[in-house]
Protein backbone atom coordinates (compact mmCIF):
# COMPACT_ATOMS: atom_id res chain seq x y z
CA UNK A 1 0.00 0.00 0.00
CA UNK A 2 3.12 1.89 0.96
CA UNK A 3 4.29 1.48 -2.26
CA UNK A 4 1.34 2.57 -4.29
CA UNK A 5 0.63 5.98 -2.50
CA UNK A 6 4.68 6.56 -3.59
CA UNK A 7 4.46 5.66 -6.98
CA UNK A 8 0.83 7.57 -6.84
CA UNK A 9 2.99 11.02 -5.58
CA UNK A 10 5.53 10.05 -8.18
CA UNK A 11 3.22 10.62 -11.14
CA UNK A 12 1.14 13.28 -9.87
CA UNK A 13 4.11 15.37 -9.25
CA UNK A 14 5.54 14.63 -12.52
CA UNK A 15 2.32 15.49 -13.93
CA UNK A 16 2.16 19.04 -12.35
CA UNK A 17 5.94 19.36 -13.74
CA UNK A 18 4.58 19.05 -16.64
CA UNK A 19 1.74 20.96 -16.97
CA UNK A 20 3.56 23.97 -15.43
CA UNK A 21 6.11 23.61 -17.76
CA UNK A 22 3.34 23.70 -20.41
CA UNK A 23 1.52 26.60 -19.11
CA UNK A 24 5.01 28.41 -19.07
CA UNK A 25 5.46 27.55 -22.93
CA UNK A 26 2.01 28.47 -23.46
CA UNK A 27 2.14 31.99 -22.17
CA UNK A 28 5.52 32.44 -23.53
CA UNK A 29 4.53 31.57 -26.95
CA UNK A 30 1.41 33.76 -26.43
CA UNK A 31 3.49 37.00 -25.66
CA UNK A 32 5.79 36.18 -28.43
CA UNK A 33 3.09 36.10 -30.86
CA UNK A 34 1.18 38.98 -29.08
CA UNK A 35 4.28 41.24 -29.47
CA UNK A 36 5.31 40.22 -33.31
CA UNK A 37 2.07 39.78 -35.00
CA UNK A 38 -1.19 41.11 -33.31
CA UNK A 39 0.25 43.60 -30.49
CA UNK A 40 -1.45 47.36 -30.28
CA UNK A 41 1.98 49.23 -30.73
CA UNK A 42 0.43 52.52 -29.32
CA UNK A 43 -0.69 50.51 -25.50
CA UNK A 44 2.76 48.73 -25.84
CA UNK A 45 4.58 52.02 -26.48
CA UNK A 46 2.33 53.87 -23.62
CA UNK A 47 1.34 56.31 -26.47
CA UNK A 48 -2.24 55.14 -26.89
CA UNK A 49 -2.77 56.23 -30.54
CA UNK A 50 -6.56 56.07 -31.26
CA UNK A 51 -7.36 57.88 -34.19
CA UNK A 52 -10.75 58.71 -33.23
CA UNK A 53 -10.18 59.85 -30.03
CA UNK A 54 -6.74 62.05 -30.96
CA UNK A 55 -6.18 62.63 -34.62
CA UNK A 56 -8.76 63.04 -36.92
CA UNK A 57 -8.09 65.15 -39.95
CA UNK A 58 -10.56 64.91 -43.20
CA UNK A 59 -9.78 62.38 -45.52
CA UNK A 60 -10.98 61.75 -49.08
CA UNK A 61 -10.33 58.32 -50.86
CA UNK A 62 -9.75 58.95 -54.84
CA UNK A 63 -11.24 56.02 -56.56
CA UNK A 64 -11.65 54.42 -53.37
CA UNK A 65 -8.28 52.98 -53.79
CA UNK A 66 -6.13 51.93 -57.11
CA UNK A 67 -7.96 52.00 -60.27
CA UNK A 68 -8.48 48.60 -61.93
CA UNK A 69 -8.66 47.05 -58.46
CA UNK A 70 -10.94 46.54 -56.34
CA UNK A 71 -10.06 47.78 -53.00
CA UNK A 72 -11.33 45.41 -49.63
CA UNK A 73 -12.70 47.67 -47.24
CA UNK A 74 -11.11 46.62 -44.30
CA UNK A 75 -7.63 46.53 -46.25
CA UNK A 76 -8.24 50.77 -46.83
CA UNK A 77 -9.61 50.97 -43.33
CA UNK A 78 -6.15 49.43 -41.92
CA UNK A 79 -4.07 51.59 -44.44
CA UNK A 80 -6.00 54.75 -43.76
CA UNK A 81 -5.41 54.20 -39.87
CA UNK A 82 -1.89 53.63 -40.00
CA UNK A 83 -1.05 56.04 -42.40
CA UNK A 84 -3.15 59.03 -39.99
CA UNK A 85 -1.39 57.44 -36.84
CA UNK A 86 1.87 57.58 -38.46
CA UNK A 87 1.29 61.80 -39.39
CA UNK A 88 -0.09 62.31 -35.78
CA UNK A 89 2.59 60.48 -34.53
CA UNK A 90 5.67 62.54 -36.62
CA UNK A 91 3.75 66.05 -35.43
CA UNK A 92 3.94 65.01 -31.40
CA UNK A 93 8.02 63.87 -31.71
CA UNK A 94 8.41 67.20 -33.81
CA UNK A 95 6.72 69.25 -31.08
CA UNK A 96 8.52 67.28 -28.15
CA UNK A 97 11.55 66.45 -30.07
CA UNK A 98 11.96 62.70 -29.39
CA UNK A 99 11.46 60.00 -30.99
CA UNK A 100 9.02 57.83 -28.87
CA UNK A 101 7.11 55.82 -31.30
CA UNK A 102 8.33 56.50 -34.64
CA UNK A 103 10.00 53.17 -35.20
CA UNK A 104 6.65 51.69 -34.94
CA UNK A 105 5.20 53.42 -38.05
CA UNK A 106 8.48 54.42 -40.25
CA UNK A 107 10.36 52.07 -41.34
CA UNK A 108 14.00 51.70 -40.59
CA UNK A 109 15.02 53.60 -43.59
CA UNK A 110 12.41 56.27 -43.10
CA UNK A 111 13.52 56.75 -39.75
CA UNK A 112 17.09 58.02 -40.76
CA UNK A 113 15.58 61.75 -42.01
CA UNK A 114 13.58 61.82 -39.33
CA UNK A 115 15.69 60.99 -36.34
CA UNK A 116 18.54 63.35 -37.67
CA UNK A 117 15.86 66.20 -38.13
CA UNK A 118 14.77 66.16 -34.90
CA UNK A 119 18.02 65.94 -33.19
CA UNK A 120 19.08 68.88 -35.14
CA UNK A 121 16.03 71.13 -33.67
CA UNK A 122 16.41 70.01 -30.46
CA UNK A 123 20.15 71.33 -30.82
CA UNK A 124 19.21 74.35 -32.19
CA UNK A 125 16.26 74.70 -29.49
CA UNK A 126 13.39 74.75 -32.18
CA UNK A 127 10.18 72.90 -32.15
CA UNK A 128 7.48 72.82 -34.51
CA UNK A 129 3.71 72.78 -33.83
CA UNK A 130 2.02 70.79 -36.84
CA UNK A 131 -1.41 69.36 -37.73
CA UNK A 132 -3.50 68.38 -40.94
CA UNK A 133 -6.66 69.41 -41.57
CA UNK A 134 -7.42 67.74 -44.98
CA UNK A 135 -6.44 64.87 -46.65
CA UNK A 136 -6.57 63.18 -50.80
CA UNK A 137 -5.38 59.86 -51.06
CA UNK A 138 -5.00 58.07 -53.86
CA UNK A 139 -3.80 54.82 -54.30
CA UNK A 140 -1.32 54.60 -57.82
CA UNK A 141 0.08 50.83 -57.11
CA UNK A 142 -1.00 47.76 -54.44
CA UNK A 143 1.56 44.78 -54.93
CA UNK A 144 0.15 41.45 -55.70
CA UNK A 145 1.74 40.14 -52.10
CA UNK A 146 -0.72 43.08 -50.59
CA UNK A 147 2.85 43.85 -49.13
CA UNK A 148 3.54 47.18 -50.77
CA UNK A 149 1.35 50.61 -51.98
CA UNK A 150 2.35 53.85 -53.58
CA UNK A 151 0.39 56.57 -52.75
CA UNK A 152 -0.27 59.96 -53.92
CA UNK A 153 -1.66 62.46 -50.98
CA UNK A 154 -2.54 65.35 -53.18
CA UNK A 155 -3.69 68.92 -51.41
CA UNK A 156 -2.75 68.31 -48.23
CA UNK A 157 -4.25 71.29 -46.13
CA UNK A 158 -0.95 71.49 -43.34
CA UNK A 159 -0.74 73.99 -40.31
CA UNK A 160 2.66 74.06 -38.85
CA UNK A 161 4.35 76.92 -35.99
CA UNK A 162 7.94 77.43 -35.53
CA UNK A 163 9.39 78.01 -32.51
CA UNK A 164 12.50 78.96 -30.88
CA UNK A 165 13.31 78.62 -27.57
CA UNK A 166 10.25 78.85 -26.95
CA UNK A 167 9.34 82.04 -28.59
CA UNK A 168 7.46 81.69 -32.08
CA UNK A 169 9.14 82.57 -34.86
CA UNK A 170 7.09 81.51 -37.83
CA UNK A 171 3.41 80.41 -38.56
CA UNK A 172 2.01 79.03 -42.01
CA UNK A 173 -0.50 77.26 -43.45
CA UNK A 174 0.40 75.10 -46.74
CA UNK A 175 -1.18 73.53 -49.26
CA UNK A 176 0.94 70.26 -50.04
CA UNK A 177 1.28 67.04 -52.12
CA UNK A 178 3.19 63.53 -51.65
CA UNK A 179 3.83 60.62 -52.95
CA UNK A 180 4.35 57.64 -50.37
CA UNK A 181 5.56 54.10 -50.08
CA UNK A 182 4.06 52.18 -47.24
CA UNK A 183 5.38 48.36 -46.68
CA UNK A 184 3.49 45.99 -44.38
CA UNK A 185 5.47 44.74 -41.83
CA UNK A 186 4.73 42.33 -38.52
CA UNK A 187 0.65 43.49 -39.87
CA UNK A 188 0.86 46.88 -39.75
CA UNK A 189 1.41 49.43 -42.06
CA UNK A 190 4.51 51.38 -42.02
CA UNK A 191 5.80 54.82 -44.34
CA UNK A 192 8.94 53.27 -46.52
CA UNK A 193 9.09 56.58 -48.32
CA UNK A 194 7.66 60.43 -48.27
CA UNK A 195 8.58 62.78 -50.55
CA UNK A 196 7.08 66.38 -50.75
CA UNK A 197 6.19 66.89 -54.52
CA UNK A 198 4.82 70.33 -54.42
CA UNK A 199 4.44 73.00 -51.71
CA UNK A 200 2.53 76.32 -51.65
CA UNK A 201 1.31 78.50 -48.95
CA UNK A 202 -2.41 79.49 -48.78
CA UNK A 203 -4.08 81.92 -47.59
CA UNK A 204 -8.23 82.03 -46.90
CA UNK A 205 -10.19 84.77 -47.74
CA UNK A 206 -13.16 86.11 -45.60
CA UNK A 207 -15.95 87.35 -47.54
CA UNK A 208 -18.20 89.27 -45.36
CA UNK A 209 -22.08 88.49 -44.29
CA UNK A 210 -23.59 91.38 -43.33
CA UNK A 211 -26.15 90.64 -41.16
CA UNK A 212 -29.35 93.19 -41.95
CA UNK A 213 -30.86 92.29 -38.51
CA UNK A 214 -30.93 94.27 -35.48
CA UNK A 215 -31.08 92.13 -32.27
CA UNK A 216 -33.22 93.04 -29.26
CA UNK A 217 -32.92 89.18 -27.80
CA UNK A 218 -31.43 87.75 -24.50
CA UNK A 219 -29.07 85.07 -23.51
CA UNK A 220 -31.11 82.31 -22.57
CA UNK A 221 -30.91 78.81 -20.15
CA UNK A 222 -34.24 76.66 -18.65
CA UNK A 223 -34.53 78.46 -15.00
CA UNK A 224 -33.88 74.54 -13.35
CA UNK A 225 -30.86 73.64 -15.83
CA UNK A 226 -28.51 76.78 -16.60
CA UNK A 227 -25.26 75.57 -17.68
CA UNK A 228 -27.11 72.46 -18.84
CA UNK A 229 -29.75 73.03 -21.20
CA UNK A 230 -28.93 69.46 -23.38
CA UNK A 231 -28.71 66.98 -20.46
CA UNK A 232 -30.68 64.65 -18.56
CA UNK A 233 -33.67 66.98 -18.10
CA UNK A 234 -33.93 68.46 -21.34
CA UNK A 235 -37.71 69.47 -21.29
CA UNK A 236 -38.90 70.87 -24.24
CA UNK A 237 -41.96 72.03 -23.22
CA UNK A 238 -40.58 74.67 -20.47
CA UNK A 239 -38.22 75.70 -23.53
CA UNK A 240 -41.40 76.40 -25.17
CA UNK A 241 -43.08 77.76 -23.14
CA UNK A 242 -40.01 80.48 -22.05
CA UNK A 243 -40.16 81.02 -25.97
CA UNK A 244 -43.38 81.85 -25.69
CA UNK A 245 -42.65 84.73 -23.19
CA UNK A 246 -39.54 86.24 -24.71
CA UNK A 247 -40.96 86.75 -28.05
CA UNK A 248 -44.68 88.32 -26.22
CA UNK A 249 -41.78 90.80 -24.30
CA UNK A 250 -41.14 92.06 -27.63
CA UNK A 251 -37.75 90.42 -28.34
CA UNK A 252 -36.77 88.49 -31.36
CA UNK A 253 -33.48 86.49 -30.84
CA UNK A 254 -31.93 84.75 -28.54
CA UNK A 255 -28.01 82.95 -27.94
CA UNK A 256 -27.62 79.21 -26.65
CA UNK A 257 -24.42 77.09 -26.09
CA UNK A 258 -23.16 74.31 -27.32
CA UNK A 259 -21.20 72.64 -24.55
CA UNK A 260 -18.20 70.42 -26.37
CA UNK A 261 -17.74 67.82 -23.76
CA UNK A 262 -21.44 67.15 -22.92
CA UNK A 263 -22.40 67.14 -27.14
CA UNK A 264 -19.78 63.46 -27.57
CA UNK A 265 -16.78 66.26 -28.24
CA UNK A 266 -14.77 65.04 -31.47
CA UNK A 267 -18.06 62.69 -32.24
CA UNK A 268 -21.14 64.54 -31.85
CA UNK A 269 -23.98 62.57 -29.95
CA UNK A 270 -27.02 62.24 -32.31
CA UNK A 271 -29.38 62.41 -29.47
CA UNK A 272 -27.71 65.90 -28.52
CA UNK A 273 -28.16 66.92 -31.89
CA UNK A 274 -32.20 65.83 -31.79
CA UNK A 275 -32.55 68.07 -28.59
CA UNK A 276 -30.87 70.89 -30.38
CA UNK A 277 -33.28 70.55 -33.54
CA UNK A 278 -36.13 70.77 -31.31
CA UNK A 279 -34.56 74.04 -29.47
CA UNK A 280 -34.43 75.33 -33.05
CA UNK A 281 -37.85 74.31 -33.88
CA UNK A 282 -39.58 75.61 -31.06
CA UNK A 283 -37.58 79.19 -31.64
CA UNK A 284 -38.47 78.64 -35.51
CA UNK A 285 -42.36 78.37 -34.17
CA UNK A 286 -41.96 81.42 -32.55
CA UNK A 287 -40.31 84.24 -34.67
CA UNK A 288 -37.37 84.24 -32.59
CA UNK A 289 -33.78 84.01 -34.63
CA UNK A 290 -30.88 81.84 -32.75
CA UNK A 291 -26.93 82.67 -32.16
CA UNK A 292 -25.64 79.35 -31.75
CA UNK A 293 -22.35 79.49 -29.39
CA UNK A 294 -20.35 77.40 -29.81
CA UNK A 295 -17.54 75.08 -27.63
CA UNK A 296 -18.52 76.15 -24.45
CA UNK A 297 -16.72 74.64 -21.15
CA UNK A 298 -13.97 74.34 -23.89
CA UNK A 299 -10.24 75.59 -23.44
CA UNK A 300 -7.58 73.59 -24.44
CA UNK A 301 -6.63 74.37 -27.78
CA UNK A 302 -3.87 72.43 -28.35
CA UNK A 303 -2.81 72.30 -32.07
CA UNK A 304 -2.97 68.60 -31.75
CA UNK A 305 -6.93 68.58 -30.39
CA UNK A 306 -7.76 70.86 -33.62
CA UNK A 307 -9.11 68.10 -35.67
CA UNK A 308 -11.07 66.88 -32.83
CA UNK A 309 -12.82 70.22 -32.42
CA UNK A 310 -12.90 70.30 -36.68
CA UNK A 311 -14.76 67.43 -36.47
CA UNK A 312 -17.17 68.79 -33.36
CA UNK A 313 -17.87 71.44 -35.32
CA UNK A 314 -18.27 70.82 -38.52
CA UNK A 315 -21.06 68.10 -37.63
CA UNK A 316 -23.21 70.46 -35.70
CA UNK A 317 -23.03 73.68 -38.60
CA UNK A 318 -23.64 70.38 -41.48
CA UNK A 319 -26.37 69.79 -39.35
CA UNK A 320 -27.87 72.62 -38.88
CA UNK A 321 -26.76 75.34 -41.62
CA UNK A 322 -30.21 75.84 -43.45
CA UNK A 323 -32.58 75.76 -40.84
CA UNK A 324 -34.21 79.07 -40.61
CA UNK A 325 -34.03 79.80 -37.31
CA UNK A 326 -30.11 80.37 -37.18
CA UNK A 327 -28.95 83.83 -36.89
CA UNK A 328 -25.30 83.46 -36.76
CA UNK A 329 -22.67 81.16 -35.19
CA UNK A 330 -20.61 82.38 -32.32
CA UNK A 331 -17.25 80.47 -32.13
CA UNK A 332 -16.44 81.09 -28.35
CA UNK A 333 -17.69 82.84 -25.09
CA UNK A 334 -14.94 85.09 -23.99
CA UNK A 335 -12.22 83.27 -25.76
CA UNK A 336 -9.65 86.23 -24.38
CA UNK A 337 -10.38 85.24 -20.52
CA UNK A 338 -8.04 82.25 -21.42
CA UNK A 339 -5.18 84.60 -22.97
CA UNK A 340 -2.97 84.47 -19.24
CA UNK A 341 -3.32 80.66 -18.90
CA UNK A 342 -3.24 79.16 -22.63
CA UNK A 343 -1.25 81.52 -24.60
CA UNK A 344 -3.10 85.00 -26.44
CA UNK A 345 -1.51 83.56 -30.01
CA UNK A 346 -2.71 79.78 -29.83
CA UNK A 347 -6.13 81.28 -28.89
CA UNK A 348 -6.49 83.80 -31.35
CA UNK A 349 -5.13 80.61 -33.82
CA UNK A 350 -7.48 78.18 -32.72
CA UNK A 351 -10.51 80.71 -33.63
CA UNK A 352 -8.97 81.87 -36.82
CA UNK A 353 -8.99 78.33 -37.89
CA UNK A 354 -12.08 77.17 -36.47
CA UNK A 355 -13.83 80.56 -38.19
CA UNK A 356 -11.92 79.36 -41.66
CA UNK A 357 -14.22 76.26 -41.40
CA UNK A 358 -17.52 77.41 -40.55
CA UNK A 359 -16.71 79.43 -43.74
CA UNK A 360 -16.06 76.63 -45.96
CA UNK A 361 -19.24 74.88 -45.10
CA UNK A 362 -21.89 78.03 -44.40
CA UNK A 363 -21.88 80.95 -46.80
CA UNK A 364 -24.90 81.83 -45.88
CA UNK A 365 -24.51 82.86 -41.37
CA UNK A 366 -23.11 85.32 -39.36
CA UNK A 367 -20.06 84.46 -37.63
CA UNK A 368 -18.62 85.79 -34.73
CA UNK A 369 -16.67 85.40 -31.09
CA UNK A 370 -18.42 86.70 -27.84
CA UNK A 371 -15.61 89.01 -26.39
CA UNK A 372 -15.91 89.94 -22.80
CA UNK A 373 -14.56 93.05 -22.78
CA UNK A 374 -14.51 96.19 -25.70
CA UNK A 375 -10.80 96.12 -24.95
CA UNK A 376 -10.44 92.49 -26.76
CA UNK A 377 -13.30 93.28 -29.54
CA UNK A 378 -10.80 94.57 -32.11
CA UNK A 379 -9.29 91.36 -32.55
CA UNK A 380 -10.01 88.74 -35.95
CA UNK A 381 -12.44 91.93 -36.30
CA UNK A 382 -11.16 92.31 -40.22
CA UNK A 383 -12.20 88.46 -40.38
CA UNK A 384 -15.68 87.91 -38.82
CA UNK A 385 -18.71 89.15 -39.78
CA UNK A 386 -20.00 91.21 -36.91
CA UNK A 387 -17.94 92.13 -33.42
CA UNK A 388 -19.80 90.79 -30.05
CA UNK A 389 -18.46 92.02 -27.10
CA UNK A 390 -19.77 92.13 -23.30
CA UNK A 391 -20.14 94.77 -20.87
CA UNK A 392 -20.80 94.44 -17.26
CA UNK A 393 -18.84 97.78 -16.06
CA UNK A 394 -20.63 100.93 -15.27
CA UNK A 395 -23.71 101.92 -16.70
CA UNK A 396 -22.57 105.58 -16.89
CA UNK A 397 -19.09 104.37 -19.11
CA UNK A 398 -20.93 102.36 -21.70
CA UNK A 399 -21.68 104.59 -24.43
CA UNK A 400 -18.45 106.31 -24.62
CA UNK A 401 -16.81 103.08 -24.62
CA UNK A 402 -19.14 101.79 -27.02
CA UNK A 403 -18.14 104.89 -29.18
CA UNK A 404 -15.04 104.34 -29.38
CA UNK A 405 -15.10 101.14 -29.68
CA UNK A 406 -16.84 102.15 -33.21
CA UNK A 407 -14.92 104.55 -34.19
CA UNK A 408 -11.73 101.88 -33.87
CA UNK A 409 -14.08 99.25 -36.23
CA UNK A 410 -16.15 101.49 -38.62
CA UNK A 411 -17.12 98.85 -40.81
CA UNK A 412 -18.16 96.04 -38.34
CA UNK A 413 -21.75 95.91 -36.94
CA UNK A 414 -21.24 96.12 -33.06
CA UNK A 415 -23.32 93.83 -30.79
CA UNK A 416 -23.85 94.15 -27.27
CA UNK A 417 -23.88 89.96 -26.63
CA UNK A 418 -24.12 90.21 -22.71
CA UNK A 419 -25.01 92.87 -20.35
CA UNK A 420 -26.73 93.04 -17.10
CA UNK A 421 -26.51 93.56 -13.18
CA UNK A 422 -27.55 91.54 -10.68
CA UNK A 423 -30.15 91.76 -8.17
CA UNK A 424 -28.61 90.38 -5.33
CA UNK A 425 -28.42 91.85 -2.10
CA UNK A 426 -27.35 89.44 1.09
CA UNK A 427 -24.90 88.59 3.33
CA UNK A 428 -21.35 88.53 0.63
CA UNK A 429 -22.67 91.97 -0.78
CA UNK A 430 -25.21 93.32 1.45
CA UNK A 431 -26.56 96.79 0.46
CA UNK A 432 -25.26 96.49 -2.94
CA UNK A 433 -27.85 95.18 -5.50
CA UNK A 434 -31.59 95.50 -5.64
CA UNK A 435 -34.43 94.33 -7.48
CA UNK A 436 -35.44 98.31 -8.27
CA UNK A 437 -31.71 98.90 -8.98
CA UNK A 438 -31.68 96.31 -11.39
CA UNK A 439 -34.51 97.79 -12.79
CA UNK A 440 -33.20 101.51 -13.13
CA UNK A 441 -29.85 99.75 -14.73
CA UNK A 442 -31.79 98.32 -17.87
CA UNK A 443 -34.12 101.24 -18.13
CA UNK A 444 -31.42 103.66 -18.37
CA UNK A 445 -29.21 100.89 -20.67
CA UNK A 446 -32.24 100.61 -23.25
CA UNK A 447 -32.14 104.36 -23.48
CA UNK A 448 -28.36 104.11 -24.60
CA UNK A 449 -29.13 100.94 -27.26
CA UNK A 450 -32.44 102.93 -28.61
CA UNK A 451 -30.52 106.10 -29.28
CA UNK A 452 -27.58 104.53 -31.07
CA UNK A 453 -29.51 101.57 -32.57
CA UNK A 454 -27.44 98.70 -31.11
CA UNK A 455 -28.16 95.39 -31.18
CA UNK A 456 -28.17 93.75 -27.87
CA UNK A 457 -28.63 90.15 -26.19
CA UNK A 458 -29.30 91.08 -22.55
CA UNK A 459 -28.17 88.44 -19.45
CA UNK A 460 -30.37 86.28 -18.91
CA UNK A 461 -34.19 85.57 -18.61
CA UNK A 462 -34.36 83.65 -15.56
CA UNK A 463 -32.55 83.71 -12.08
CA UNK A 464 -31.25 80.65 -10.73
CA UNK A 465 -31.02 78.71 -7.77
CA UNK A 466 -27.92 77.27 -9.15
CA UNK A 467 -24.88 78.07 -10.63
CA UNK A 468 -22.35 75.27 -11.60
CA UNK A 469 -18.76 76.06 -9.82
CA UNK A 470 -17.21 76.07 -13.43
CA UNK A 471 -18.92 78.98 -14.33
CA UNK A 472 -17.64 81.52 -11.50
CA UNK A 473 -15.96 78.82 -9.28
CA UNK A 474 -16.70 77.99 -5.45
CA UNK A 475 -16.62 81.67 -3.22
CA UNK A 476 -20.16 82.15 -2.18
CA UNK A 477 -19.58 86.12 -2.81
CA UNK A 478 -19.28 85.20 -6.73
CA UNK A 479 -21.74 82.59 -6.67
CA UNK A 480 -24.64 84.19 -4.94
CA UNK A 481 -24.74 87.29 -7.42
CA UNK A 482 -24.85 85.08 -10.40
CA UNK A 483 -27.90 83.74 -9.48
CA UNK A 484 -29.71 86.98 -9.52
CA UNK A 485 -29.14 88.28 -12.94
CA UNK A 486 -32.89 87.26 -14.53
CA UNK A 487 -35.53 89.27 -15.30
CA UNK A 488 -37.56 86.50 -13.98
CA UNK A 489 -36.71 85.24 -10.50
CA UNK A 490 -36.74 81.70 -8.76
CA UNK A 491 -40.48 81.55 -8.23
CA UNK A 492 -41.45 82.62 -11.80
CA UNK A 493 -42.66 86.19 -10.93
CA UNK A 494 -41.66 88.95 -12.90
CA UNK A 495 -38.84 91.35 -11.62
CA UNK A 496 -39.47 95.37 -11.83
CA UNK A 497 -36.71 94.94 -14.84
CA UNK A 498 -38.88 92.75 -16.98
CA UNK A 499 -40.57 96.31 -17.90
CA UNK A 500 -37.22 97.40 -19.41
CA UNK A 501 -36.49 93.94 -21.39
CA UNK A 502 -36.74 95.95 -24.30
CA UNK A 503 -37.21 99.51 -25.07
Known sequence: MVKTNKYMLRIFIIMSYVLVISVIT?????????????????????LEVKKEVQYLPKLT???????????????????????????????VAFRNNDITGIE???????????????????????TIESTTFKHKPDILFFSEDGQLIVLEDKNVIEYKKFYEKDELVFETTEENSYKVILLLEDGFWRIRH???????????RFDAIPMNFTMKGINYYPKDTPWDMFGDDFKLRVIKKDFKIIRKAGLNSIRIFIPYEDFGSAVVLPEKLEKLRKVLDAAEKNNLKVVVTLFDFYGNYDILDWTLNQRHLETIVNTFKDHKAILAWDLKNEPNLDFDQRGKESVISWL???LILVKSIDNNHAVTVGWSNT??????????????????????NFEDDYLVLKKQIPNKELVLG????????GLWKPFIG????????????QKVLNKNNISFLSWTLYDFETVPSEVVGKLPWRVNPQKEFGFIDVKGNKKPSFKFITK
Open 26 to 46: FLISSLFTYLNTGADRAKILH
Open 61 to 91: WAENGNEGREMDDQVLNSIENDYLDAWYVKN
Open 104 to 126: DFYTESARVNLYDNIYKNKLDSL
Open 194 to 204: MVKQSSKPIAP
Open 352 to 354: EQM
Open 375 to 396: ESAHILSDKLDFVSFHYYEDKA
Open 418 to 425: EFGISSYS
Open 434 to 445: SPEKQAIYHEEM
